[in-house]
């Protein structure tokens, strides 16, 4: 739920760009950010400090740019299977698994990898779900929006962020569009 908090200030840094708003709207605006349903409930969920402390990557192996890639894709593909349809989604909590994924993620920010590079690793995962009727890419978007618009120092949350929620919305795994495209082109 936290690509909610992204969506939201995404969506406010727009709405506040646009010519014709009155200050007083781009106010309330601002001052209602964070009141939204998914940003409320989300809230006792978000946990960054131990998802996001820097010490978790001290015991991950040094890795080139393209092994660290391959060993996030291959730890966001590796999640276990969540059967959202059964559990109800506003229930969905993810499982530790996705604490590894984070750590890639961190380590990947923290040595300086390219971030276009990592952005599309991520894409093309995002692409993929059929499940949530486009909100795996809208969220991604939004991350990588917000990822350009932040100051250096803050820059490394969002390719977290974007880590994260493609762990957990690949654990729902709902990708025949996907896999039935993916066939369809093989054999054209």
């Not at 727009?14 to 708003?21: E, H, Q, R, V």
């Not at 092994?67 to 969540?82: C, F, K, M, V």
């Not at 093309?124 to 939004?142: G, N, P, S, V, Y």
């Amino acid at each position: 739920m936290d690509s909610h908090l992204h969506t939201g200030t995404n969506n406010r840094r727009y709405l506040l760009s646009l010519d014709g708003i009155t200050l007083q709207n781009k106010l309330l605006g601002l001052l209602t950010g964070f009141t939204g349903p998914e940003v409320l409930l989300a809230e006792r969920l978000l946990n960054w400090s131990s998802n996001i402390d820097a010490d978790t990557t001290s015991s991950l192996p040094a890795r080139s740019q393209e092994h660290l890639l391959d060993a996030l894709t291959e730890s966001i593909e590796g999640q276990p299977w969540i059967d959202w349809r059964a559990i109800g989604v506003a229930r969905v909590v993810a499982s530790d698994e996705v604490k590894e994924t984070v750590a890639l993620a961190r380590q990947y920010a923290d040595l300086g990898y390219d971030p276009s590079a990592y952005f599309e690793r991520l894409a093309e995962i995002a692409c993929r779900d059929d499940f949530t009727e486009m909100h795996a890419l809208k969220h991604f978007q939004a991350i990588v929006d917000e990822y350009y618009s932040t100051r250096e120092p803050y820059r490394w949350l969002h390719m977290v962020s974007a880590a994260k929620s493609a762990a957990i919305i690949h654990a729902g795994r709902e990708q025949k569009v996907y896999h039935q495209a993916k066939e369809l082109l093989a054999a054209a």
